[in-house]
């Protein structure tokens, strides 16, 4: 899949958000080392694991050598979803039984709160 069709698809977000400080002079080969010790995810699995840049819903793949601060911007016209890093990988949490999904509101999301 080319690079086009992938910022076409689809994000659903799963799991538990978090913050995470990304430095000034901090490449994505270093915030992934970060990562991958905070959420204790085995080297195998986390090979398997693509990071996104996700601004307005458009997910971007940087290499590694990338240093990711100047992609965040502070602006009064973004919410918080509007740009996160992203870590695409499979959802292995147990699924709902179609009760608890019938039962669900179709809007809900992760919460993020700022102090």
Do not use: C
Not at 55 to 65: A, I, L
């Amino acid at each position: 899949m080319n690079e086009e069709n992938q910022n076409q698809m689809k994000i659903q977000n799963f799991g538990e958000p978090f913050l995470l400080v990304i430095h000034e002079d901090e490449t994505l080969a270093n915030i992934k080392i970060r990562v991958q010790k905070k959420l204790h995810v085995p080297d195998e699995e986390f090979s398997k694991w693509k990071f996104a840049f996700v601004s307005q819903g458009r997910p971007e793949y940087p290499e590694d050598s990338e240093i990711l601060f100047s992609r965040f911007q502070r602006s009064g016209i973004y919410v918080a979803w509007e740009q996160y890093l992203g870590l695409e990988h499979l959802d292995n949490a147990p699924k709902r039984s179609l009760a608890a999904n019938q039962n669900r509101p179709p809007y809900e999301k992760a919460v993020k709160i700022y102090n």
